[in-house]
């Protein structure tokens, strides 16, 4: 497991049955951001990926 894997599992373990809308993950995406600049590109590249997942199927 990866270091980073840690907070999926954490997310995973004390959320995973909780429902929320996908408006509601870009709006906690959008305060991490505003609370950590620093990490604005990969929760870009984050947010892009996983609005594009589809895209791959269509190809």
């Given at each position: ?10 997310l995973?373990e004390r ?6 809308s ?9 305060e ?8 604005e590109?990969p ?6 990926w996983?609005?594009?997942l589809?895209?791959?199927?269509e190809?």
């Amino acid at each position: 497991m990866y270091f980073t894997d840690r907070g999926i599992e954490e997310l995973d373990e004390r959320r995973g049955e909780e429902r929320v809308s996908l408006a509601w993950v870009a709006e906690r995406l959008r305060e991490f951001v505003d609370l950590n600049p620093e990490f604005e590109t990969p929760i870009e590249r984050l947010a892009t990926w996983l609005a594009r997942l589809d895209d791959e199927d269509e190809d």
